[in-house]
T-cell receptor, first 111, second 112 residues
């Protein structure tokens, strides 16, 4: 059974710092991995999708990497801003299209 | 495109009442998913459809829950009778094949 773990559960950094969020999964037979952002009381916003054949994806200040063999993904946020404060969720899908979510990393960027 | 649309955004009901949540997926998307989010269990898949046909309902907690997709642009999740432990945020998401899943804003359900 696929399990997704995100570390750390919470992170507080000063504005401007570069940071890395970690995601690990137990079964490497994934089709893709998706990173989401969730603001308090809101829905999920898709940030990046990495197909299993890809190593990384970039969007603006965000870069996500995928190492299928080791069951790991990282989300790198450059030059963090207070507006980046949110919960970041990692999810993997297998051939069944179902997304299995991690419990998230709650990020606070202090001005 | 307006994105995935869910209604109502908030629902407060009393135990034993029937609750119906609604979802309109993004036009052209042929997969629709219903998820539930709670503090204790995080985000869990309840059921998903492909071309309006239910594919996997193994996440539906019990017979009190049912979901339908009568056409490509509409789906419902029904709870009858509702219980306090059903209180959660229910999300609908849609996608095409192995692509990004786009989520709706969610319905926050409170069962008193």
């Amino acid at each position: 059974k696929q399990e997704v773990t995100q570390i750390p559960a919470a992170l507080s950094v000063p504005e401007g710092e570069n940071l890395v969020l970690n995601c690990s999964f137990t079964d490497s037979a994934i089709y893709n991995l998706q990173w989401f952002r969730q603001d308090p009381g809101k829905g999920l916003t898709s940030l990046l999708l990495i197909q299993s054949s890809q190593r990384e994806q970039t969007s603006g200040r965000l870069n996500a990497s995928l190492d299928k063999s080791s069951g790991r993904s990282t989300l790198y946020i450059a030059a963090s801003q207070p507006g980046d404060s949110a919960t970041y969720l990692c999810a993997v899908s297998d051939s069944s299209y179902k997304l299995i979510f991690g419990s998230g990393t709650r990020l606070l960027v202090r001005p | 495109d307006a994105g995935v649309i869910q209604s109502p955004r908030h629902e407060v009901t009393e135990m034993g009442q029937e609750v119906t949540l609604r979802c309109k997926p993004i036009s052209g998307h042929d997969y629709l998913f219903w998820y539930r989010q709670t503090m204790m269990r995080g985000l869990e898949l309840l059921i998903y459809f492909n071309n309006n046909v239910p594919i996997d309902d193994s996440g539906m907690p019990e017979d009190r829950f049912s979901a339908k997709m009568p056409n490509a642009s509409f789906s419902t999740l029904k709870i009858q009778p509702s219980e306090p432990r059903d209180s959660a945020v229910y999300f609908c998401a849609s996608t095409t094949s192995h692509n990004e899943q786009f989520f709706g804003p969610g319905t926050r359900l409170t069962v008193l």
